[in-house]
């Protein structure tokens, strides 16, 4: 649920507006520009004017204390046009029928060409109409509205380690794992989301050949386990909107907490699919969206808090240490029409070096090591930004791994792949 950013840091400023816009009692006819409509769920009005107003055009509501607010025209069509009232402190208390003027402080020289304005720090870009969908490649909840996703995914995994020096394999696993994750979300404003997510894994199977290297060559085992994931909590902030600034830029934060003591799956007994420790991950991604094209680039941070796991046989526990990842994607969507649009992307992660501890057995270190994984999918519109059906294929590249079993040297590779069918909707 990827599985988020937001108002006025890094590259926007607030513009204050202090009382140089006189009543709008006096506006000039030939300029008289009325609220129609207000949408306050939606952060939107619409007003008419005697003519067309241009798209990034301010306009100024002047309320009974004196007070005034700046609205700015998202889209225009006629003597019909849309603005933005979320900026607006007092926008609740916008009603029809109240006037509104153009703004002094750049309306003044206006041409028929869309407004430009200089972004502090930045080159002059061209607002653009900006409208969030449920496709889009940095999805963020309109205010007031909820949204749910249900995925079923199946991840296939191959790690093989070998003892360095002899050459003889240790061990050959395949994990094969289903997971349904479900996810909800919820837009408290135009620019701050938050949701919560779970999982329940049916069934995950891990096959280990034994070789030469190890005490049980020649032996195929199978270890099963089942049970429910750990659930997140994920807070989204859009720090700007591409309608206001050159980009959509989001800061992400989830936390995924400990539930409970990992159990190891053993021939004889089911395991359970708990991870022992908590997770916390931090993340940032900017991006922009065209009419038909749309790109994201994100960074990534992710803490893995030591954790616990118990062997139901034995008792005995095996204990690993706090271990992080450093995450950088780059993503690309193509809208081929209304409903289809195509999303590719690449990641690149470095996991740093892990260690787990069994009493009466060797320490188990895996070095750091860096991993590239591609992503392919395909989102349909069943009914545009209402329900969306996700098709998703990724696949993490065969990676070498170095590390120890005691003061025994290993190596070998690891490499994953994952299937995905999602449903999302949005209400």
Same mark, same amino acid.
């Given at each position: 649920?990827?599985?988020?950013?937001?108002?006025?840091?890094?590259?926007?400023? @607030?513009?204050?507006?202090?009382?140089?816009?006189?009543?709008? @009692?006096?506006?000039?006819?030939?300029?008289?520009?009325?609220?129609?409509?207000?949408?306050?769920?939606?952060?939107?009005?619409?007003?008419?004017?005697?003519?067309?107003?241009?798209?990034?055009?301010?306009?100024?509501?002047?309320?009974?204390?004196?007070?005034?607010?700046?609205?700015?025209?998202?889209?225009?069509?006629?003597?019909?046009?849309?603005?933005?009232?979320?900026?607006?402190?007092?926008?609740?208390?916008?009603?029809?029928?109240?006037?509104?003027? /153009?703004?002094?402080?750049?309306?003044?020289?206006?041409?028929?060409?869309?407004?430009?304005?200089?972004?502090?720090?930045?080159?002059?870009?061209?607002?653009?109409?900006?409208?969030?969908? !449920?496709?889009?490649?940095?999805?963020?909840?309109?205010?007031?509205?909820?949204?749910?996703?249900?995925?079923?995914?199946?991840?296939?995994?191959?790690?093989?380690?070998?003892?360095?020096?002899?050459?003889?394999?240790?061990?050959?696993?395949?994990?094969?794992?289903?997971?349904?994750?479900?996810?909800?979300?919820?837009?408290?404003?135009?620019?701050?989301?938050?949701?919560?997510?779970?999982?329940? @894994?049916?069934?995950?199977?891990?096959?280990?050949?034994?070789?030469?290297?190890?005490?049980?060559?020649?032996?195929?085992?199978?270890?099963?386990?089942?049970?429910?994931?750990?659930?997140?909590?994920?807070?989204?902030?859009?720090?700007?909107?591409?309608?206001?600034? @050159?980009?959509?830029?989001? /800061?992400?934060?989830?936390?995924?907490?400990?539930?409970?003591?990992?159990?190891?799956?053993?021939?004889?007994?089911?395991?359970?699919?708990?991870?022992?420790?908590?997770?916390?991950?931090?993340?940032?991604?900017?991006?922009?969206?065209?009419?038909?094209?749309?790109?994201?680039?994100?960074?990534?941070?992710?803490?893995?808090?030591?954790?616990?796991?118990?062997?139901?046989?034995?008792?005995?526990?095996?204990?690993?240490?706090?271990?992080?990842?450093?995450?950088?994607?780059?993503?690309?969507?193509?809208?081929?029409?209304?409903?289809?649009?195509? !999303?590719?992307?690449?990641?690149?992660?470095?996991?740093?070096?892990?260690?787990?501890?069994?009493?009466?057995?060797?320490?188990?270190?895996?070095?750091?090591?860096?991993?590239?994984?591609?992503? /392919?999918?395909?989102?349909?519109?069943?009914?545009?930004?209402?329900?969306?059906?996700?098709?998703?294929?990724?696949?993490?590249?065969?990676?070498?791994?170095?590390?120890?079993?005691?003061?025994?040297?290993?190596?070998?590779?690891?490499?994953?792949?994952?299937?995905?069918?999602?449903?999302?909707?949005?209400?």
């Amino acid at each position: 649920m990827a599985f988020s950013t937001k108002k006025n840091i890094g590259f926007t400023q @607030a513009v204050l507006l202090i009382g140089l816009i006189g009543s709008t @009692a006096g506006a000039d006819e030939q300029n008289n520009i009325l609220i129609k409509q207000v949408l306050p769920e939606r952060g939107q009005a619409i007003v008419q004017t005697n003519s067309s107003v241009n798209v990034g055009s301010e306009l100024i509501a002047t309320f009974k204390d004196g007070k005034q607010c700046p609205l700015k025209v998202l889209k225009s069509n006629g003597n019909l046009s849309t603005i933005d009232t979320s900026t607006c402190k007092a926008a609740n208390d916008l009603v029809a029928g109240q006037s509104l003027e /153009l703004s002094l402080f750049e309306n003044d020289h206006q041409s028929a060409e869309p407004t430009q304005r200089p972004i502090p720090g930045k080159a002059p870009v061209y607002f653009q109409e900006y409208e969030r969908d !449920l496709t889009d490649i940095q999805y963020q909840p309109p205010a007031g509205k909820s949204v749910v996703l249900i995925q079923y995914s199946k991840s296939l995994a191959t790690n093989v380690y070998n003892i360095t020096n002899s050459g003889s394999t240790l061990n050959n696993q395949s994990l094969s794992t289903e997971t349904y994750n479900a996810l909800y979300g919820y837009g408290f404003s135009k620019y701050f989301g938050a949701g919560l997510g779970f999982g329940y @894994a049916p069934t995950s199977i891990s096959t280990n050949a034994y070789g030469a290297g190890s005490s049980l060559s020649g032996q195929t085992l199978s270890y099963n386990s089942m049970g429910i994931t750990n659930p997140f909590l994920q807070i989204q902030h859009r720090l700007e909107e591409q309608d206001d600034s @050159a980009f959509n830029t989001d /800061l992400i934060l989830s936390y995924s907490p400990n539930i409970g003591t990992a159990n190891s799956a053993t021939t004889k007994t089911t395991g359970n699919t708990t991870r022992g420790g908590d997770l916390t991950t931090l993340g940032f991604a900017f991006g922009r969206k065209f009419p038909k094209v749309a790109y994201s680039i994100g960074i990534g941070f992710q803490m893995y808090g030591a954790s616990t796991s118990t062997n139901p046989d034995t008792n005995v526990q095996s204990q690993s240490n706090t271990r992080n990842q450093f995450n950088f994607s780059s993503s690309i969507q193509w809208r081929t029409n209304e409903r289809l649009s195509i !999303l590719g992307a690449v990641y690149s992660g470095n996991f740093s070096s892990s260690t787990s501890s069994t009493p009466g057995s060797s320490t188990v270190t895996i070095n750091n090591f860096n991993q590239t994984a591609l992503e /392919l999918a395909a989102l349909f519109s069943i009914v545009p930004n209402q329900y969306v059906i996700k098709l998703d294929y990724q696949n993490a590249f065969q990676t070498a791994i170095t590390g120890t079993v005691g003061s025994t040297g290993i190596n070998g590779t690891t490499s994953s792949s994952l299937y995905g069918l999602s449903l999302l909707t949005e209400f």
